[in-house]
């Protein structure tokens, strides 16, 4: 709680405590959007009478709409400040998910589900811009380790909870709920987001708009390209998630379609991975005051790569589904260390206006994340265990690069508390 005591804003505990919580509650329903779906995925292409190859379509889908206007939100939210564009985020949310019940055909649902995933866009580049704004570099890591974990709830037991919801509702009821849900985020989020942008904060410092111009939004992300540690830190952290990514993609067709395993096995199977990424979210909140953000990047790469190393040998050798999911729980729980260390060492390699920065971070980060997982899938990662273990691991190696670039000259020191 002391760590919403502390808020750079002038506002209250308890509602540095809502805002903090209908963040996590805004960004565990644009995962939900996509996770308590999943399951249903194969539902949805036979009663649309569309391919299964739509399945990570309607993900990937999902995943360019966070990109493609984020260049365009991040400014506006620099200029206009972060609420509004927040609220109009969690509008265009709840109205796409109730409208997509009343699709008839896979394309359109491929749209909508492009739309949904606009609002993945404003929670990259205005609620964690808003959030790293309102508290000190520790409070800030500390809460986003914190919030990720509620946040995490949605892929941890979101397929499980879509399986089981399956059982008794229809896939058009379930964007129903998504849809009122996100109604209610909305409210709630209009009484208690206060604004980060012209105020000024409890330490003297006030962060001012920026004006809205072409010319210099354009400068700021020429500039933003031509930052070696902005961009190695961006790569590195689309690359590094493709394995989750791709696994989140890829999971109904190698479970349901492939092995035959019923929606409700499915879910299952998710638990000790997304309880991995939870229990690395919570060991980062442990060690955060103690090591500098690249000694943290640095040991997380540990169970990061010794778990794809591992998932890659056994599954090859066995073709288990428990080797796979063994080595990408141990890689979860490095990717639980690394996420939000990475994100905040990456936001702040430059000076420009954070809602620019976090915009060019997330159009790089997610992506490279949503065409690695298309990478995957169209060269047969779905196919067989065996196959996903390969292209997986191929992905997030693609990372070392970034990552060595982006640390190299930083020595691995404690932090002095």
């Known amino acids: 709680m002391s760590s919403f005591s502390r808020s750079l804003l002038p506002i209250s505990s308890r509602q540095a405590l809502f805002f903090c919580l209908l963040l996590a509650t805004f960004e565990l329903l644009t995962y939900v959007g996509s996770d308590i779906v999943m399951p249903a995925m194969l539902y949805v292409v036979a009663d649309l009478s569309a391919p299964v190859s739509h399945v990570p379509v309607a993900l990937n889908a999902y995943l360019l709409g966070g990109v493609a206007f984020q260049w365009l939100i991040g400014p506006l939210s620099d200029r206009f400040g972060r609420r509004p564009l927040l609220l109009i985020g969690a509008t265009l949310f709840a109205v796409a998910c109730l409208v997509t019940p009343l699709v008839g055909g896979i394309h359109i649902f491929n749209v909508l589900r492009f739309v949904q995933g606009i609002a993945l866009g404003f929670v990259v580049v205005v609620s964690y811009p808003a959030l790293q704004e309102s508290f000190q570099e520790t409070d800030a890591v500390r809460l986003m380790a914190l919030l990720a974990n509620i946040a995490l709830l949605s892929p941890l037991l979101g397929p499980l909870l879509g399986s089981m919801l399956l059982e008794v509702l229809t896939w058009r009821t379930l964007f129903v709920g998504v849809g009122l849900c996100g109604v209610l985020a909305l409210i709630g989020l209009w009484f208690f987001m206060p604004e980060t942008i012209g105020v000024t904060r409890t330490d003297g410092s006030r962060l001012e708009s920026a ?166 899938a169209a060269l047969g990662a779905g196919a067989s265990l065996a196959a996903f273990a390969i292209a997986a691991s191929i992905g997030a190696g693609l990372a070392l690069w970034p990552l060595w670039c982006l640390l190299k000259r930083s020595p691995m020191t404690a932090a002095t508390v």
């Not at 954070?354 to 159009?363: E, H, Q, S």
């Open 211 to 376: 004006p809205l111009n072409l010319a210099s939004i354009l400068a700021s992300y020429r500039e933003l390209l031509g930052n070696a540690r902005f961009m190695q830190g961006s790569l590195a952290l689309g690359l590094i998630s493709i394995p989750l990514i791709g696994w989140i993609g890829l999971a109904p067709l190698l479970l349901m379609n492939n092995l035959g395993l019923s929606s409700i096995a499915y879910g299952l199977w998710q638990l000790p991975i997304f309880g991995g990424l939870i229990a690395g979210n919570l060991a980062l909140n442990y060690v955060v005051s103690r090591f500098e953000l690249d000694a943290l990047i640095r040991l997380s790469l540990l169970p990061i790569f010794g778990g794809l190393l591992l998932m890659l040998g056994v599954t090859l050798a066995t073709g288990h589904l428990l080797a796979l999911v063994l080595g990408l729980t141990i890689y979860a729980f490095g990717m639980g260390i690394c996420n939000a260390t990475l994100y905040r060492l990456t936001l702040f390699a430059s000076e420009s206006g954070k809602g620019t920065v976090a915009a060019m971070l997330g159009m790089i980060s997610v992506a490279t994340i949503g065409l690695g997982s298309s990478a995957l």
